[in-house]
């Protein structure tokens, strides 16, 4: 092989060599930035969904609810409505009376959870977006209505013209030893349904809502509550007045705000989002590797350059810095082209609702996504972090490497 040729061949190889290192870069950096817009989006889909479920269950949770500590039901009396209504920001209350009961109608029949009203709760309009047929309302005393859900409308064939045909509900008694008649082991009342509401699933599919004179006479409670929902003046000040009331009402009773209602599904919601964050973070780390091979690579290609700086003064730590500012260049250009692209995507979908359900009967036409600033946060320095962490040991590679070369 003559020279000229062999030294165009070194240098072909040379250049496609550098070529190939910069591919890999490149690929390195759009992996880091589409890890990082998926992260931002499935963040914000979940910072959705938590605010649809706000948003529905506020159509009909109180804001404040309070409840007995121990037991089903306790005694309202004259001492505690004043206890409540004399805290500054209470608007009124509205005594509920909650249980199961076995629901039939013509000749079938479900278990349903029956839940009794005072007459604030109509007043205040609080389901008056949820009613499907029908209109809010409880009826008068003489004949009284109940709001049944959706889904129990379906399941049971419910019809709100058939007049002549009114809900029948059983409910059981504390039976004492000797009784023989089975009239006497239940408590059996009637109801026309008046209205159709579709809330939420889990409301629309077992919830009964009737005057809380109806189930009072139902369940024989005589006096008694399961619990009082407190009506405030301003939504901000729920926390304060929390406060107040478990102070005024002592340790017999548990005072919850709205998150605490359904404190569960929050959590669970939260525990959700902080797995896909791990999830997606996992993705990300392992693509990472691709920084480690090109920063790797590119400490085995540059020998020479870095036995050149080293001969013209530059120390360890500076060969060690020049790779860490490589890895960071990667780093901090892939995760801020992600968090802008994810960005984009959410405000794309936030605002004109690209991505649609695909139910026509589902509560929001297209997927709810909020944008929260401390999402961005965490998940750039997490990327940032990642990233940054697998170009050490290719510095420290390079590093040693000059210490070899001043050996030797």
Do not use: C
């Amino acid at each position: 092989m003559s020279l000229p040729l062999f030294i165009s061949r070194r240098y072909f190889f040379s250049k496609k060599k550098k070529n190939f290192i910069n591919i890999i870069a490149i690929i390195s950096m759009l992996v880091v930035s589409i890890g990082t817009a998926a992260l931002i989006i499935v963040l914000s889909v979940f910072n959705g969904m938590e605010d649809l479920l706000r948003s529905i269950y506020g159509e009909f949770d109180a804001p404040i609810q309070v409840m007995p500590r121990q037991g089903k039901s306790f005694e309202l009396t004259d001492d505690i409505k004043f206890e409540i209504n004399s805290i500054d920001g209470v608007m009124g209350i509205t005594e509920v009376i909650e249980d199961n009961a076995l629901l039939k109608y013509n000749h079938s029949q479900m278990v349903v959870k029956i839940k009794g009203f005072s007459k604030d709760f109509i007043e205040m309009g609080r389901m008056k977006e949820a009613i499907r047929h029908g209109e809010l309302s409880f009826g008068s005393e003489t004949q009284p209505l109940a709001i049944v859900g959706r889904g129990i409308q379906f399941k049971l064939g419910i019809s709100l013209r058939n007049e002549y045909t009114p809900l029948e509900f059983f409910y059981p008694k504390n039976v004492r030893p000797g009784q023989i008649n089975p009239s006497s082991y239940y408590t059996h009342t009637r109801i026309l349904p008046g209205a159709v509401f579709a809330l939420e699933q889990h409301y629309d599919d077992n919830y009964v809502f009737v005057p809380i004179a109806f189930t009072e006479q139902l369940l024989d409670y005589k006096g008694k509550r399961t619990s009082v929902e407190i009506l405030i003046e301003d939504p901000s000040q729920a926390d304060k007045i929390q406060d107040q009331l478990t102070q005024a009402l002592g340790d017999q009773f548990v005072v919850r705000n709205a998150d605490q209602q359904h404190e569960d599904l929050y959590k669970t919601l939260q525990i959700e989002k902080l797995f896909v964050f791990i999830t997606l973070s996992l993705v990300v780390a392992i693509a990472s590797i691709n920084i480690f091979f090109s920063l790797s690579m590119l400490v085995t290609e540059k020998k020479s350059d870095i036995s050149l700086l080293y001969a013209m003064g530059a120390t360890p730590a500076m060969i060690r810095k020049i790779f860490l500012t490589e890895g960071a260049i990667i780093a901090f250009i892939g995760a801020g082209s992600g968090l802008l692209l994810g960005f984009i995507i959410v405000w794309i979908q936030e605002n004109f609702g690209v991505v649609s359900m695909g139910v026509e009967s589902a509560v929001m036409q297209a997927y709810p996504v909020k944008l929260i600033a401390t999402d961005f946060f965490y998940s750039a320095i997490s990327i940032i972090l990642i990233t940054f962490l697998a170009a050490i040991q290719p510095s420290l590679r390079a590093s040693n490497q000059s210490k070899f070369l001043r050996i030797k």
